[in-house]
Nanobody, 115 residues
Framework: QVQLVESGGGLVQTGGSLRLSCAAS????????MGWYRQAPGKQRELVAT???????NASDSVKGRFTISRDNAKNTVYLQMNGLKPEDTAVYSC?????????WGQGTQVTVSA
């Protein structure tokens, strides 16, 4: 079993920055593809960014150039650095771990960007 715990969310003004962290328990972190997803009120959950076990990162077009995903396998932690935040980035951000047939989710952390 893998547990994922997100932290770092909060309220920030437009143009501000936040750094989200997702700490994973268990032994599969280093071989898992990690991802950040978000869900705004009334909208479907969307993929924000992913990073493979080898460190290859991808981000959605809506956040490319502003958000950066990274991981520290020694700390079993994945990060999402968010710069240039916009009100439309307001959502619950959740961490995700995928390995083989298994997928695990964290409980999410709220990010609110004020205009």
């Amino acid at each position: 079993q893998v547990q994922l715990v997100e932290s770092g969310g909060g309220l920030v003004q437009t143009g501000g920055s936040l750094r989200l962290s997702c700490a994973a328990s268990g032994t599969i972190f280093s071989t898992s593809v990690m991802g950040w997803y978000r869900q705004a009120p009334g909208k479907q959950r969307e993929l924000v960014a992913t990073i493979t076990s080898g460190g290859t990162a991808n981000a959605s077009d809506s956040v490319k150039g502003r958000f950066t995903i990274s991981r520290d396998n020694a700390k079993n932690t994945v990060y999402l650095q968010m710069n240039g935040l916009k009100p439309e980035d307001t959502a619950v951000y959740s961490c995700n771990a995928k390995r083989g047939l298994f997928t695990f989710w964290g409980q999410g952390t709220q990010v609110t960007v004020s205009a």
